[in-house]
């Protein structure tokens, strides 16, 4: 069917910065919007970043001017770059996408795997 891979967290210190890559792959026809959402501990998992297949953004309040979502459909990927990392950036960073797949008329929505984002003081 389709998959995401989510890759790039890690641990690194306050002020620092770090590039997760998303990647979709399966029997994909098209790819509408892509974003990525964070759940820290106890919280709820919150949009972070959405870009249409035309190339429109949204970014949440928190994190403008410091994360940019880009995207490269020919690999089918979604990119978040995350500078100026600060210690509430910590949490589980979740890639989603909304898919048309082949033989189905209606889109779904997927999920990844989540990739860990620590971040120091």
């Known amino acids: 069917q389709v998959q995401l891979v989510e890759s790039g967290g890690g641990l690194v210190q306050a002020g620092g910065s770090l590039r997760l890559s998303c990647a979709a792959s399966g029997n994909i026809f098209r790819i509408n919007t892509m974003a990525w959402y964070r759940q820290a501990p106890g919280s709820h998992r919150d949009l972070v970043a959405a870009?249409?297949?035309?190339?429109?953004?949204n970014y949440a309040d928190s994190v403008k001017g410091r994360f940019t979502i880009s995207r490269d459909n020919a690999k089918n990927t979604v990119y978040l770059q995350i500078n100026s990392l600060k210690p509430e950036d910590t949490a589980v960073y979740y890639c989603n996408a909304e898919i048309e797949t082949y033989g189905y008329s209606w889109p779904s929505n997927y999920w990844g795997q989540g990739t860990q984002v620590t971040v120091s003081s």
């Open positions: 870009i249409t297949s035309g190339g429109r953004r």
